[in-house]
Structure formats: C-alpha cells, structure tokens
C-alpha cells in the first residue's frame, strides 16, 4: 500500500518554501512519495532529495506535468484537503479512511487557488477544521490521523546522520 501527496500549483516565485514543507511533512509523517504540479521548478524536488540523502529513508519527490490524469489515473483513493469537505475526524471514523482500511491514497493539497476540477475527482473532500489555514498543518493533521499516530515511531534507515533523541541541545550520530 502506498501513500502520495500531490502538490497542486505550485507557483515558483512565491511558494519554494511552503513546498518544500509540504514534501517534507509527507515524508516525516509516513508518505512515500510527493507530485509537484504547477510551474517548473526543480528546487522543492531538490531540497527533498538532499534531505533524503542526509537523512534516510525512501521518500521520492517528482514534478508532475499531468495533475489531473495522475488523479484520474489513481488506483485507490483521493483524498483532496480543503477547508469546505467533510470534517477529517467523521471521514477517517465513519468512512474507515485509515492506514489499516484503505487502498493505496493519493492526498492533493493547494496552493493560492485551486481549480474546481479537484472537488469532482477527489473521493473524499476533507477539511481539518472549517477555517481557511495552511496545507502544510492539513497535511500534517491528515496523515496523523490516518496513520492513527504509527507515523511518529517511523524510522528512516540509509541516511549519513541520524539524530539522538535528546532532552538538551542537539545530538546526531552517524548510524551504524
Ligand atoms: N482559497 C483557497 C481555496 O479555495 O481552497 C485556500 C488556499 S489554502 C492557503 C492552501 C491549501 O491549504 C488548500 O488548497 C488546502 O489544500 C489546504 N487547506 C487550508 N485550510 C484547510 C482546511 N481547513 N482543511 C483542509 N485543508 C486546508
């Protein structure tokens, strides 16, 4: 089973940053992979790739020219987070959309303005919460709900450093 992000309209000028979170966060909370849509930018998938190097694990990053046919073409569920869909807690009790239920899920987050062919597509629209706020916190919110809290105890083998769960300061360790 596998579990995707997809990155709709990704803007280069102004969203490097809040991209490269969005790929960050699919991975930390247990996704394998994330799809960049929108302007042509290689920096989001590069910041993912040396992050990846560094510290471990199998999360791939691409660019996706063709958003709409990956999400037609998905073989499982997809999930589009906006804050006018269904409360996140109801779908994940009531419609069983979690990591031990479901098929393979694709999760679509926007940027600015995402376009209307999404909410059609999608098999579920989620909101977390009904207030307008971030999709890098809805992600997050999302896959630790579906993952009913296993993502936190992940762990990403392959890396150069790992880091040692400390109370004071920062620790890293070469892994063995
Ligand atoms: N005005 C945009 C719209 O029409 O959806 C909202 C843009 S918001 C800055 C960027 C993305 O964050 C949204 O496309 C959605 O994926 C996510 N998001 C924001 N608030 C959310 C919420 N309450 N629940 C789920 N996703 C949310």
């Known amino acids: 089973m596998t579990v995707e992000v997809l990155r709709l309209g990704h803007r280069p000028a102004r969203d490097q940053r809040l991209t490269s979170h969005v790929a960050l966060t699919a991975r930390a909370f247990g996704a394998d992979r994330v799809h960049v849509s929108g302007g042509e930018d290689s920096g989001p998938i590069e ?3 040396s ?3 560094r510290f471990g694990g199998e999360f791939t990053a ?3 020219p063709s958003p709409k046919k990956l999400v037609k073409d ?3 569920d997809v999930v589009h987070l906006t804050m006018y869909g269904l409360p996140v807690q ?5 419609d069983g959309l979690t990591h031990s239920e479901a098929d393979d899920v694709l999760v679509a987050v926007g940027s600015r303005k995402v376009h209307g062919w999404i909410y059609d597509e999608a098999s579920y629209n ?9 999709e890098v916190a809805a ?3 999302f896959l630790h709900m579906y993952f009913d809290g296993s993502e936190l105890d992940l762990e990403h083998p392959g890396g ?3 880091v040692v769960p400390s109370g004071q300061g920062k620790k890293t360790r070469e892994p063995e």
């Open 47 to 49: 910041t993912v790739e």
């Open 51 to 53: 992050i990846v190097e």
């Open 62 to 64: 691409e660019r996706e």
């Open 74 to 76: 998905w073989n499982g």
């Open 90 to 94: 109801d779908v994940v009790e009531e």
């Open 126 to 134: 989620v909101a977390v919460t009904s207030q307008p706020h971030s």
């Open 139 to 141: 992600l997050a919110v």
């Open 160 to 162: 150069e450093i790992e």
